[in-house]
C-alpha cells in the first residue's frame, strides 16, 4: 500500500503567515478565515497562534513581538526559531494573492476534517453494534458539520453594527461643521 500524506500547501500557509507578519491589515482578514488547526505545519501553527495570542491582547503582530510571545509560550523552537520567522518576511505576498492562499489553506484544512470524519465513519461501520440507519445518520452528522462550518454568513454582530455606529455619530458630533452630508452648495437649504 503506498503512503499517502495529508493534504496540505506548504507554500500557501508560508504566505499566510508571511502577510501576517508584514501588513498587519490582512491579519485581521486572516484571522476571521482561517483557525490554527487548518495550518498542517506544526511551525506555522504555533506562529499563527502566537499571532491571534497578541491580537487577542490588542498587541502589535510583528517579528519582534511574536518571537517574544513564542520565547514566553515556550515554543519559538516549535516555530522554527527566529530565522525561519525572519525568512518568512523575506516573501511579501500581494493581497490579492494572500486571499487566494488563504483559500487553498482551507481548502486543504477541510479536506482533512472529511478525511477525518471518513475514518471515523469507516471505523464505526466495522466496530458498531448499532443498526445501520443509526451509523448513517452519525456519519451524516460528522460530514454536515464539516459543510457547515464552510458555509460563510452575511450576518453581523449586532454590537459590531451598534459600536460602529456610536463611533459615526460621535465623529459628527465632535466635528466642527454642521454639514453632515454632500454639502449642495445653497447654504439657504
Same mark, same amino acid.
Given at each position: 500500500?503506498?503512503? +499517502?500524506? $495529508?493534504?496540505?500547501?506548504?507554500?500557501?500557509?508560508?504566505?499566510?503567515?508571511?502577510?501576517? $507578519?508584514?501588513?498587519?491589515?490582512?491579519?485581521?482578514?486572516?484571522?476571521?478565515?482561517?483557525?490554527?488547526?487548518?495550518?498542517?505545519?506544526?511551525?506555522?501553527?504555533?506562529?499563527?497562534?502566537?499571532?491571534?495570542?497578541?491580537?487577542?491582547?490588542?498587541?502589535?503582530?510583528? $517579528?519582534?513581538?511574536?518571537?517574544?510571545?513564542?520565547?514566553?509560550?515556550?515554543? &519559538?523552537?516549535?516555530?522554527?526559531? &527566529?530565522?525561519? &520567522?525572519?525568512?518568512?518576511?523575506?516573501?511579501?505576498?500581494?493581497?490579492?494573492?494572500?486571499?487566494?492562499?488563504?483559500?487553498?489553506?482551507?481548502?486543504?484544512?477541510?479536506?482533512?476534517? $472529511?478525511?477525518?470524519?471518513?475514518?471515523?465513519?469507516?471505523?464505526?461501520?466495522?466496530?458498531?453494534?448499532?443498526?445501520?440507519?443509526?451509523?448513517?445518520?452519525?456519519?451524516?452528522? +460528522?460530514?454536515?458539520?464539516?459543510?457547515?462550518?464552510?458555509?460563510?454568513?452575511?450576518?453581523?454582530?449586532?454590537?459590531?453594527?451598534?459600536?460602529?455606529?456610536?463611533?459615526?455619530?460621535? +465623529?459628527?458630533?465632535?466635528?466642527?461643521?454642521?454639514?453632515?452630508?454632500?454639502?449642495?452648495?445653497?447654504?439657504?437649504?
Amino acid at each position: 500500500m503506498t503512503q +499517502r500524506t $495529508l493534504p496540505g500547501n506548504y507554500e500557501a500557509e508560508r504566505s499566510v503567515i508571511g502577510a501576517i $507578519l508584514v501588513d498587519p491589515e490582512l491579519a485581521v482578514e486572516i484571522f476571521s478565515v482561517l483557525k490554527a488547526d487548518d495550518f498542517l505545519d506544526r511551525k506555522h501553527r504555533a506562529i499563527y497562534e502566537a499571532c491571534v495570542e497578541l491580537d487577542s491582547r490588542s498587541s502589535l503582530i510583528d $517579528l519582534v513581538t511574536i518571537n517574544a510571545e513564542l520565547e514566553r509560550s515556550g515554543r &519559538l523552537e516549535d516555530a522554527g526559531g &527566529l530565522e525561519y &520567522l525572519a525568512a518568512l518576511t523575506e516573501e511579501i505576498p500581494t493581497a490579492s494573492s494572500v486571499k487566494s492562499h488563504m483559500e487553498i489553506v482551507r481548502d486543504k484544512a477541510l479536506l482533512r476534517k $472529511l478525511l477525518a470524519a471518513s475514518n471515523e465513519n469507516m471505523r464505526e461501520v466495522y466496530e458498531s453494534t448499532d443498526d445501520a440507519k443509526t451509523v448513517l445518520d452519525r456519519a451524516e452528522t +460528522r460530514v454536515f458539520r464539516i459543510s457547515e462550518s464552510v458555509t460563510t454568513s452575511d450576518f453581523v454582530a449586532l454590537k459590531d453594527l451598534v459600536d460602529k455606529g456610536i463611533a459615526s455619530f460621535e +465623529r459628527l458630533r465632535d466635528s466642527q461643521t454642521y454639514i453632515t452630508g454632500v454639502p449642495s452648495g445653497f447654504a439657504d437649504l
